[in-house]
């Protein structure tokens, strides 16, 4: 009891004292599709799922919840963004014997068409292209004991605009501890180390006017060129969080069940951004129904986000449907459909 309110106090102490009138980084790091949030359940918890990260969006939230996995399961989300942005993830945890847990995810984000401008028609030439982004995953999870768990994710990153792409590479590294207190964990993850990247690849090559005949007296020609471009970092970030039970078997507050109530908190500090906080309640009855809130504080737009969920045994599969709905404010309402199958 003592330890969970520690641990929640501190949590909001240096949200206050840090996370507020910091200078930021904002369009600074590439990759930026990297932080896009991933499943409606954790969507509805406002992303506050570092510590909980008991499903299959574990996978990009906190790798070390593919502990918590006792069969092979699969997930597909549908998150459709502002601006008609369209993102995918995939995923698949496969438990290995008792203490060993693998997965692997892909992560896709549809920018849509774009119709090509130049400095001569900036309004457009009736030339369009595609623009994507994509992450593929291996993950690894590990029971350090039976409260500590440790997993550690490996990515692939690619970035395309028309003709031009980048590739690089990062990883994720994620512990859960759970005391026995009360259905308490305490989540850590870095998200997102790695090198920088480049976008230099595709038709960088221009042609460079020397200067006038009046002005140098040897001729106008034009000369090969390149345009240079900077590298830029990952988007890394680190996350700390809670969950705890108010209401459940484990709760110190009322034991019920049938019914249980979590509360969700986890400060996140950014390479890009200042210092921000998430918080989520979830309710659910009897394993099978559920409905969730979410808060976000410090950041731009976003705030407010909903959601519910149900799950269906069905000829030994247990099968999960979830769904959020996030306010981002003058871009409009996210929506995020999530389907989980355990085998």
Not at 83 to 100: C, S
Not at 256 to 278: H, L, P, T, W, Y
Request: aromatic share 12%; hydrophobic share 40%; with cysteine.
């Amino acid at each position: 009891m003592k330890k969970a309110i520690i641990i929640i106090i501190s949590l909001i102490i240096v949200q206050s004292v840090f996370g507020q009138g910091e200078v930021n980084k904002v369009g600074t790091t590439a990759a930026n599709f990297l932080k896009l949030e991933v499943g409606a359940r954790a969507v509805s918890l406002a992303g506050a799922f570092t510590a909980l990260a008991n499903d299959a969006s574990a996978l990009h939230w906190n790798p070390a919840g593919l502990a918590t996995f006792n069969r092979i399961t699969a997930t597909y989300n549908n998150i459709n963004l502002y601006a008609d942005i369209k993102h995918q993830f995939i995923g698949l945890i496969v438990p290995m014997g008792i203490n060993n847990f693998f997965g692997v995810s892909l992560n896709y984000v549809d920018i849509g068409t774009i119709e090509k401008t130049t400095v001569f028609e900036p309004e457009g030439t009736g030339l369009f292209f595609k623009n994507y982004n994509m992450s593929f995953g291996i993950s690894y999870a590990r029971m350090l004991t039976d409260r500590v768990l440790l997993g550690i994710t490996g990515h692939w990153v690619h970035e395309q605009i028309w003709q031009e792409k980048a590739d690089g590479i990062c990883a994720d590294i994620g512990v859960i501890y759970t005391p026995g207190i009360s259905g308490l964990k305490v989540g850590m993850s870095i998200t997102n180390f790695g090198p920088e990247m480049t976008m230099d690849e595709g038709p960088l090559q221009t042609f460079s006017d020397i200067p006038t005949e009046e002005q140098a007296g040897t001729g106008n020609r034009d000369l090969d060129a390149k345009y240079m471009v900077e590298s830029y970092a990952m988007p890394v970030s680190f996350q700390i969080g809670v969950s705890i039970d108010l209401m459940g078997t484990n709760s110190f507050v009322m034991t019920n069940k049938a019914n249980r109530i979590s509360f969700v908190m986890e400060v996140n500090d950014s390479f890009d951004n200042s210092m921000r906080s998430k918080y989520g309640v979830e309710y659910e009855w009897n394993k099978i129904f559920a409905l969730r809130a979410g808060y976000k504080q410090n950041y731009d737009l976003a705030r407010m986000s909903y959601g519910a969920g149900l799950k269906i045994p069905y000829q030994g599969l247990d099968i999960r449907f979830d769904y959020a709905l996030a306010d981002y404010g003058d871009l409009g309402n996210v929506h995020v459909t999530s389907i989980q199958i355990g085998f």
